[in-house]
């Protein structure tokens, strides 16, 4: 089955203490990209890769980290967690035909709680 | 720049009544539109999608949504709701050229169906 998986779905940890949202996708997508909703503000994306090593800077990447070095593979890496991190995160994969009609697939989200 | 306005965050109907969820976007070039649909506790998924063509797009479940250019709206409608269909509407844009183009989302619709 076509899919996005992301783990773990809830996770609850301490400020400053780093953590890492693991996202793999099994349909060969040259597009990953990482997303935070917030009641109010809907889907802003992180960081986003065109594919194998190409990472880039999406709205809102203060306080983040991410590594694309396998195609399927695109973990969030959060050094040091704040409160204000604190959000349903969402990875999502696309085609990248170079002509952005292809919809997003989206993982089914990790709640994150940084007390 | 584009942005995409969903004016509705909450619309309560009941069932079996038809309803609409409003979407205008903003953007200089021409863009590619979609609906995606987030089930409780679920990722986002493809409702359907404006490439080009006949301005009237069909989707899953029953949805179809209309592309008017003149007044840049991308409104979703169903003509009868069901129980299933209760869950968060989000509105997104992209622009069709100029290599990479990030997409863009509304704030979402909570749609809720009354029995």
Request: glycine share 6%.
């Amino acid at each position: 089955e076509a899919q996005v998986t992301q783990n773990p779905r809830y996770l609850i940890t301490v400020t400053g203490k780093k953590l890492t949202v693991t996202c793999s996708q099994n349909m060969n997508h040259e597009y990953m990209s990482w997303y935070r909703q917030d009641p109010g503000l809907g889907l802003r994306q992180i960081y986003y890769s065109m594919n194998v090593e190409v990472t880039d800077k999406g709205d809102v990447p203060e306080g983040y980290k991410v590594s694309r070095k396998e195609k399927r593979n695109f973990p969030l890496i959060l050094e040091s967690p704040s409160p204000n991190q604190t959000s349903l995160y969402f990875c999502a994969s696309s085609l990248n035909r170079g002509e952005n009609n292809s919809p997003l697939h989206f993982g089914n989200g990790t709640r994150l709680t940084v007390t | 720049a584009q942005s995409v306005t969903q004016l509705d965050s909450q619309v309560p109907v009941f069932e079996e009544a038809p309803v609409e969820l409003r979407c205008n976007y903003s953007s200089s070039v021409s863009v590619y539109l979609f609906w995606y649909v987030q089930y409780p506790n679920q990722g986002l998924q493809l409702l359907l999608k404006y490439l080009s063509g006949s301005t009237l797009v069909k989707g899953i479940n029953g949805f179809e949504a209309e592309f008017n250019k003149s007044q840049t709206s991308f409104h979703l409608r169903k003509p009868s709701v069901h129980i299933s269909d209760t869950a968060e509407y989000f509105c997104a844009v992209r622009r069709r050229s100029g290599g990479y183009q990030k997409v863009t989302f509304g704030t979402g619709t909570k749609l809720q169906v009354i029995p």
